[in-house]
């Protein structure tokens, strides 16, 4: 069982940053792919990126690609995902998620994290 807090949500003005964390309380956080999806209101929950359970890998949805970065420390239990350049459409609740059995290369799909935390807003006004 795997305990899922994020952290590090706000408002802030389009062109800013943001620094989301989750932390991840129980054992074995190093055998999890770690994940960051968000939903926007009247949408439907979105991958954004993932991370490999090493952390050599990771996985952009095109839409956040070269503006957000997403990094974990295994020693800390705590995944990271730094947002640059933000803008009106990234405001949705951020959500990390574990998956613990999927090979990376299916690190997009939603149905395949097990875990959930229970997200934090992010604002970007123009």
């Known amino acids: 069982q795997v305990q899922l807090v994020e952290s590090g949500g706000g408002l802030v003005q389009a062109g800013g940053s943001l620094r989301l964390s989750c932390a991840a309380s129980g054992r074995g956080f190093s055998s999890y792919v770690m994940g960051w999806f968000r939903q926007a209101p009247g949408k439907e929950r979105e991958f954004v990126t993932a991370?490999?359970?090493?952390?050599?890998?990771?996985n952009y949805a095109d839409n956040v690609k070269g503006r957000f970065t997403i990094s974990r420390d295994n020693t800390k239990n705590t995944v990271y995902m730094q947002m640059n350049s933000l803008k009106p459409e990234d405001t949705a609740v951020y959500c990390c998620?574990?998956?613990?059995?999927?090979?990376?290369?299916?690190?997009?799909?939603?149905?395949?994290?097990?875990?959930w935390g229970q997200g934090t807003q992010v604002t970007v006004s123009s």
């Open positions: 998620a574990a998956d613990h059995r999927s090979s990376f290369d299916r690190s997009g799909r939603e149905l395949d994290y097990d875990y």
């Open positions: 991370i490999s359970r090493g952390g050599a890998s990771t």
